[in-house]
C-alpha cells in the first residue's frame, strides 16, 4: 500500500424504493459528498442478508452502510423491520469478528432527503478516517 492520505471504502446496500432514490437526488442535486460509497440497489433493504455484509469486509470494504426507507413506509410492510433486527445482530457479530461498531451503519432515508443520505456518507467517512483501515484484507486506498 502506498504511504498518504487513507480513503475508506464503503459500500452501501440501497433499497431500491427510497434511499436509492436519495442517493441519485443527492447525485444530480449536486450535494458535496465524498464519493467513497459503491451503491448496490435491491428491491428492499430487507433482502440485505448477513452474509453480503461479512462478504463486502472481506471483500476489502472498511465500512458497510445499509439504507432504506423509513419505519413504517416501506413498500413490502415489514421489510425495514427485518433490516432493524439483523442490523443490531450484525453489530453483535462485528465485535466478536473483532471490526469496530461504527464500521457497520444504518440510515433511514426517503427519496426525497437526498441531504440525509449525502450527510450520511460523510459521517462515515469521517468516522471509518478516524478510526483507520478495515483488519480484513488491509482495506482502503492511501492516496
Not at 440497489?41 to 448477513?50: F, N, Q
Not at 415489514?78 to 464500521?103: C, I, S, W, Y
Amino acid at each position: 500500500m502506498k504511504k498518504g492520505k487513507f480513503e475508506p471504502s464503503i459500500v452501501a446496500f440501497t433499497c431500491n424504493w427510497c434511499s436509492y432514490g436519495s442517493a441519485d437526488l443527492a447525485g444530480i442535486s449536486r450535494i458535496q459528498h465524498p464519493p467513497n460509497a459503491k451503491v448496490i440497489r435491491l428491491m428492499c433493504s430487507g433482502r440485505v442478508d448477513p452474509v453480503m455484509v461479512i462478504e463486502s469486509f472481506k471483500n476489502g470494504a472498511d465500512g458497510v452502510m445499509v439504507t432504506g426507507c423509513h419505519i413504517g413506509d416501506c413498500h413490502y410492510s415489514t421489510g425495514n423491520h427485518r433490516t432493524q433486527v439483523r442490523f443490531e445482530a450484525l453489530q453483535k457479530a462485528m465485535k466478536v469478528m473483532g471490526l469496530h461498531p461504527d464500521r457497520l451503519k444504518l440510515l433511514w432515508a426517503s427519496a426525497s432527503e437526498g441531504q440525509q443520505w449525502a450527510d450520511g456518507i460523510i459521517e462515515m467517512t469521517e468516522k471509518l478516517r478516524e478510526i483507520g483501515p478495515s483488519p480484513i484484507n488491509g482495506g482502503g486506498v492511501a492516496k
